[in-house]
């Protein structure tokens, strides 16, 4: 038995700006019944706020208290150190941290820069951390899709500054236990009777197992045929959400 289910946003509930067919209405569904409802994304393009009101637009009815991003976990850890963070991020989200004292940074925070990954930037994250900084990351995520296009995510990024500085990135988002965890307090369900769905074999999927949560990979988004055999451990395999939540509801 399911009580709760965590929902990844793109590649789930909607492919860039279009919508996944029968999305809206399988969340409509969860939410007519007693589950848990929780929204749970590494998404790093878009603001909290841009997020809600993109699946606002996109007909959901999302709570605020419902929707946990792997940048909200970032803010919260860098502030409750008193860090100030040399932030490797996408222009979109520079307003998350720009309450936060930037100057002589002593931590590095790097999420989806897209084409700020250059090598200056990863130089600086570099030598911030060669310097002793801790490193955070929003994910370990390889790749994600856009349109028709599969592109670099952020992982390789984290991995390159890991490796030449010799250090290991803190994850504030998926794969890592800790965030599952924290989405996880917030409900009143157990780790045994919740339920991840999502379309990274790696960071939805295996995340969730990791953390002792059920998973369900999803057949949409950037699912590639063989996902499933590319990692250890039983979860479900449907074509898309509507799967899914027949599944949690039955």
Known sequence: MIDALFLDLSGVLYDGETLIPGAREAVERVQRSDLELRFVTNTSQRTRADLLQHLHDLGFTVQDQQLFTAVDAARQWLLER??????????????????MDQNNPNAVFIADAVDGFNYRN?????????????????GTNRYYKSGDELLMDVGGFIRAVEFAAGVEATIVGKPSAEFFRLVLASTSSTPERTMMVGDDVFGDVEGALRAGIGACLVRTGKYQPGDEQRIEGEFQLVDSIEGAVDYALS
């Open 82 to 99: 008193r860090l100030r963070p040399f932030c490797l991020v996408h222009e979109n989200i520079l307003s998350e941290f720009a309450d």
């Open 122 to 138: 990863l130089n600086r994250a570099f030598q911030v951390c060669q310097a002793g900084a801790p490193l955070l990351g929003v």
